[in-house]
Every structure is written in C-alpha cells, then in structure tokens.
C-alpha cells in the first residue's frame, strides 16, 4: 500500500471523505480537498487492503443524503405539523413559553415531482399513444380519395 493511499485512508480522512459525500461533493472535488489527484484517489478506491473502506465511506454518505431528501420531499407531499416555540428571557430567565401547532399543506409541486418520479408510466406528462389503428384508417381514406382523381 503506498503512503497516499494510507494517508486517504486513515480514519480522520475517511471521516472528512464521508463528511464531503454527504455534502453533495463529487469525487474530483474530495480528492482536490485531500490535496491528491483524482487518478490518485481512483487508485486508491482500488486498493485491496483500503478500497472497500473508502467506497463505503462515499456510498454510505450518498444514501444518507440521498434519504434524508426523499424523506423531505415526501413529508413535504403529503403536509405535516411541526411546533413553534416561542420563548421571552428577562434578565437571564425565561419568563414565558409559547408553544404553538403549526400545519405545512400538502405541496401539489412536490407531489407531482413525486409521482412523476416513481410512477413515471402512469404520471409523465408524455404518454406514448399507439396510433396504428388511425393511421391505417387514415391510409384508407387518402387510398379512397387518390382512386376519385
């Protein structure tokens, strides 16, 4: 294993490495902030003793995120409650509390973004349309009218 390759690998990159995955980072962009060359990082993904370490540290931290926004955009789908929490402070101590019940309506846009994601057949705005059966009548009309000349 060559000292590049340890010094991606250790814990504290790893750590860095998930970090900036989840962040929305590409790889090109982790291997210039470890200060190594993306041909440099690719190898290393490669590496039989370190490789595997490395890929599920980009992988784990992908699905993570990845996740969390599904989640989002569900909840924000299908509408949710959430608790707004006021509080007043007069000299260091808190004096009143208010906790107040919010409501987020459900989001149309996120819903048909949804939808058209995961029942693309069913709700993209394009339909395939099979016209076989019209363009054969159509065939025959303009046949009938060709055979009026």
């Known amino acids: 294993m060559s000292k590049s390759t340890q010094m991606i690998a250790s814990e504290d990159n790893l750590i860095r490495i998930t970090a900036w995955a989840r962040n929305g980072l590409t790889e090109e962009q982790i291997a210039k902030n470890?200060?190594?060359s993306y041909n440099t990082f690719k190898r290393a993904k490669k590496d039989p003793d370190v490789g595997e370490l490395i890929s599920a540290a980009l992988i784990t931290a992908k699905d993570v995120v990845d996740f969390q926004v599904e989640n989002q955009l569900?909840?924000?789908?299908i509408g949710y409650?959430?608790?707004e929490v006021k509080e007043e402070w007069e000299g260091g101590v808190l004096t009143k509390r208010t906790v107040t019940k919010k409501m987020v309506p459900p989001d149309v846009s996120a819903q048909i973004f949804w939808l058209?994601?995961?029942k693309p057949t069913e709700w993209r705005d394009r339909r395939e349309v099979d016209n076989t059966i019209a363009l054969e009548k159509l065939d025959e009309v303009l046949g009938q009218i060709k055979g009026c000349e």
């Open 81 to 83: 409650e959430y608790e």
């Open 34 to 36: 470890l200060g190594i």
């Open 116 to 118: 058209k994601n995961r």
């Open 74 to 77: 569900f909840k924000r789908a």
